[in-house]
């Protein structure tokens, strides 16, 4: 509720239009909508202009299929991620042009095209291993109206690789890295532009990576000052601060 | 080394100017100027035009007025953190407009007072106790050319205390917050914006804080999906994030 | 053994109706019966007048029947938590009135609908995946003989959700609060209450939630002095408490 | 901001004494007061009618005399926790009935000597080096107007010792349990009493109890359903748990 | 081999039957028998006189089923832990007189009843879950040629079930105590015994208990002094110390 | 209290010589002493007729000499541990017999030579600075009462040196085992005795050694079975177990 | 691109054969070649003449058979780790010389037999466990042209053992030692010879082992000076480590 | 004691010149020389020519200078590590050579010139706090009879320092590499060069640096398999092994 709306109430107060009583409850309803398990948010929708997400994991194939129906009359993008192939096939049977992307684990409904972003985002992975995660980053950022740049498998053990590719980090306004093993990545890149970047720890790896620690620890301790870091294997997270960046 | 200088040094080769020996040499002759005990890139300053930085903490006053000494000399803004007053005394001697911000431990020396960003940023706190890093990251972004709001003791407890000073938050273009204990204020600020938000965990607490640990997996786990992390205490390290996003 | 059925005892010695031997034979006599795999005890029942609870997780469903049947016989309500469907076959074949409450894995007896509370008891959950913590929650407090309010998806990050339900934690004179990831919910219901506040931390999240370890610790620094934890999804522990409170 | 003075902010608005631009100001209006450093909050004071309190860790003695003799003015109890006799001596000398608790580390103010309880707290301990994180309890127990047992150096390995004093927890109405090195104490008060039991985890201990995590994880783990936890070292926060259950 | 045996060979060499050359080899010449994938040490087995230990887990029942016949071949009782049903078919086919104790997931081979214990040892143990931890503990020490009495969920919440069964730890020369969750009743039995207690952490409980870590720590910050601790779960190290301590 | 007690109470109390309510009163008295701070706690002196030991750490010269005055009295030996020259001088004042060892950071009060051990116990460290925790081992079995051997600087790193000196070891009922850094050393000598062997993990060691963790994790895993383990630098605790193993 | 290339390219330049523009482009281009899913990097291979190696894990059969077709063209040997029958079965069909080392978990593909180490390589494993991880060590060693020797289930429980096997050691030039549990055994082996000893901690073990972090921590507070470790499990890498010190 | 030795003494033996007897005990005479506090292992100086270590940490002065007196007569360099200037004194005034190396922490007895290495070790340390590490490296490489290279403050964010120095890592025979905070460099020199890398953790950073954790996780975890790792801190250990590396 904005300041105007509230003065809006105000001068119909005055005006006698509304009485004191109805504008005390106005001021307290709030545009909810009760899907029994799940409160829908327009007003985050309103608030920043970007696609509703649902976060599969743990919400069976029905429950996803619910919110989704209801976020997709909205006439935005629909995203969910973390969905496997049964979500998809639940949603898909109403919208047959959902897309499902395996490798990123990532239901898309496009129904806005708008190209959002004010440059381009590269996404950045240091082994084979670590492109699901990267996919989850690119898929992310598209279907966030960006135009996004893969530069993979450009790990640090073979610096001249990520050197001969430079061009793609220069064309960039927002980079994220994604890393699991010692996650030394993000560091190096760091130090090659001068444009913020996300680091994305992953779970890649064994025995003292501890599923993504080592990573993470990596990147937090990051001796780049342009670097900030998003939890372990939260590719969407880094591409939604990564929209977000690219749109200002 | 830029491309272009690349390109020019092959056209001296092909006039005849320089020798493919010579240029093989000047290929590898890159400016770095060696004190002794810390090589100051001045790539680095010319890649992102930003002031040089001095990390204080475990360094000597001699070795801090040394390096600072070299970089004074390029004209811009020198910036010393984790800095100790007699850190300060050893450079004020010859620096004497050099400023000693205790609160921040921080020593700077404004050179250029070119505002560099496009907006404000806000560096939003919880605490009383979390003020030191919070002005870490104060001085740290008006030393980049930043314009700063503050927004102190604010924490999740007294939330009527944030949702009161929201106007600090809408007027910025990026916010910082810096929280210890459970660290729960950039998620509730994260909610409330549609812009970056830079989290700083302090080590601000007792018993299970753990030295910030607490406050660090909190931000790293948060909810918004605007939120991204940086190290324990480095408000640093958020404001340089903060400044070349707000330069964007 | 109570100190009158102590003073009891002496008096009939004193009386010859008991010889000293056989009193001292009689004070080590205590109410256990033997299952031969759980010592069921009727002590605990009587101290405090709660119904006597199973924990399912780790039990075979013929071990769940033989304790549930033996306590069954007291009249009092019976709880299984951690309960799956094989369980409450199990026990459903003899005892039809039973139920099981899938979502909260809860398998429930009512035979006494006594309330035994003086106020509600609230519940409120940050995520649509916290609500088998919240529902244990709930399932148990109501078993207890507590009237209980839901207040479910109303995490930090949309902060307004909270705020706009408020009535629900005015209504309580206890509330319990679950949340995964950064767990942050319970500070800032403790901060809107000035009744006790009892936080559930829950497993849900990934990465550097550490199943469940990120929440508790946010929960143990809480800024708001009114909350005390419990483990990890422990939603039983926690309306044993409130509804223990609550009685007072 | 209650309802009633919103409706009767509209009230005045529908009576024209009121403009909507002036009424949209003071609701924005809430009573804080800036001390530069930290903003008292007087509404928390009127939600929960509790003393305000210090934590003084951190603070200096400017600081903390600073903010308690604006808190002194409202004429409830101050209470300063992790004080230190410096603090005490600041305060001291505009307050000469201040006391100041060393054992507990607590300065108070009584002004108010109601008694709001309406039973007994017990406070009991395990070892004797657990004393100070019980006497922060014990004070801050009584400060907020309770009547407080104690019940000191009781710990489980001499567990005859607890069973002989078990008339000081069956007089009380909550139990708070202050234990290190293994923390199993508050699991046997508990299987003791059908009251609420608040357990502290202290610090105490060497090698592998780490600074109170093993009897923090033993307290989060007890066996017995009327324990919550709160933070390690934290006798203020049990007594304020306490405290509001006692009230209820 | 014994000095004994170097004194015989010396005597030997200077007898002249024994050139030095071979007396070199000789002593060189150490008992092993190589299975191929397991060198079977008889040393061992002489040096304590106790019986071979085959720990099952992660071998394939063919392994187990070499080992046990090589093992067997001594007359000595033969004991699998972690053994699964299949480690006992593979073994049982050969050898129709070894048992499979399934809740002690063991398999033994009694050849020799000799009961080697000068007392009586204790098996301890706090809840139902425990159970299999402590069967492992019985049988390894029954096998080991002790005398065992049980006592099983006598957990500390309600610690008269203990308190009434004393004198099973009156009669025993050696007390095992296993317990999850908290781990506090190995402090409680240590108080009440003067004798020695072995505890084992069990990996009984959820959340906070980290699969053992929280009873492991208890255990060794127990404040009861005749406390020492064998790895999480490891019934059968308690049992074997308990073993030579009964037999000393 | 007895069983003979008791039943000497109910003859009584049939005899007419104490009255019910009398013989309940008691039943509850018990005889403790109130020092104020600490009860001592008689019964355990006479449960295991060892000497009473005093943990100094933590507490002050007076308090140590308070606590140690009452003991005194008794006749038996006293042993304060953890303790400092302040506390020595404190206690040497009015005990001038009693000694201080600085090494071993003890005080001990020789009132009773009887050497109550059945065999010797060897003390065992790895390196030179594992000795103080030796130390207090070696100290803390002396003023109980048993006949002690040093093996001091044996590491795993020079085995040989361990090898040469298994006499030692071969004179011993129980073996108590010192170790920082990797902690290995238990592991060796259990392999090589068949008595009980007590491992004392030391915080000896830097990095990675965690404080005493990583010695700590390596006994409590030891392939060798006759392997128990306390807490870190817990010296006292190992010769206390030691010294009732020695005493059976 | 080695320093003689680019002055050669310098003298193509100065002859007019090549522009500088042309030069430029050659500068960048690098021999990469892209299979879509990985770059597989020719220069490492140049750089030390070793087999390039595939890591299995995670990936399916296609991607390994893939990537292993693109390095077999080459003629040196390929070794994939981690690998699973799946992945042999799909590499087997069009190189059927590649042999499956099931144990090892390793697929090789013998090219070159060229014995390019100077010395050979002992490989220590403690206990039976042990030994797939030791495998892995053998085959990478093997695979990497140099002579093995497998000294296997000589654990530090029974020393005698790996001495009686001295010679083992004596004949290598880098020694491989492969433990879990307490992982003592690179120590004793440390201390026993006076070349390298690369440590590779397992995840064998149960308990306080937490998945071999007890066996690490061991490792690298080894108190034997010539002791370096690898990750937990990764013989591959100690192997690797091994080759090149063979090498030199 | 070698092979030959034994067979000397069975010749001896069997000439009649030694009794079996005096055999036996001349078998078990080993050569230490007791200091009291520790025991001078010259065998270790024989088995592998290098000079002996002391650490000097928790050493007192005059511990340090008996046990350096002991060592120095033997002619061989000397080595104290962890060494203060107080350490020095003590023993500077009876080896005036002995020189102290303030920022390495050590003192150097050199009465051995020999360069005993193959090859040059470089130690490249990422950034100035990390020198004093790499000094005990240099210093320690050095005092072992290496030829050692310098190249500093070479970190990840600025990769072109360390690739316009690779002519230091193209000269090496083996690579120590000391790091802090992330610890990736490591890595990338691992991928720069085809010889053996140690690497370092240090303690460099702050917050989630954990005094060094994250930098010895990322380095286990490290992409590169050319890397073995050492303790935190252990720029000695890393030399050590460096250096027997060298002598190969």
């Known amino acids: 509720m904005k300041p105007e709306q509230i003065k809006q109430l105000f001068e119909e107060v005055r005006e006698g239009k509304v ?35 649902i976060f599969g994991q743990g919400k069976s194939p029905a429950q996803v299929f619910g919110i989704f129906q209801k976020l997709a009359e909205r006439g935005t993008n629909v995203l969910v991620t973390r969905a496997t192939r049964e979500h998809w096939e639940a949603v898909n049977s109403q919208f047959p042009s959902a897309l499902f992307h395996e490798q990123a684990r990532a239901i898309v409904l496009r129904q806005d095209d708008t190209n959002s972003g004010k440059g381009r985002i590269a996404v950045v992975s240091a082994g084979t291993s670590d492109i699901p995660v990267a996919e989850e980053a690119v898929i992310t950022a598209e279907t966030m109206g ?103």
């Open 146 to 248: 960006n135009e996004v740049d893969r530069l993979y498998d450009v790990g640090v053990a073979g610096i001249h690789r990520l050197l001969s590719n430079r061009e793609v980090l220069q064309n960039a306004r927002v980079v994220i890295v994604c890393a699991g093993m010692e996650g030394a990545l993000p560091s190096v890149v760091g130090g090659l532009v001068g444009i913020p970047v996300i680091a994305v720890p992953t779970s890649i790896g064994y025995g003292a990576s501890f599923q993504g620690l080592a990573a993470l620890l990596g990147m937090l301790n990051s001796c780049a000052s342009n670097v900030s870091v998003v939890n372990i294997d939260n590719g969407f997270g880094a591409a939604y601060v990564a929209s977000i960046i690219n749109r200002l």
């Open 19 to 53: 009485s004191p009583d109805e504008a005390v409850q106005r001021m307290h309803h709030l545009p909810f909508e009760d899907l029994g398990f799940a409160k829908v948010d327009h007003h985050r929708l309103l608030r920043n202009g970007m696609p509703e997400v």
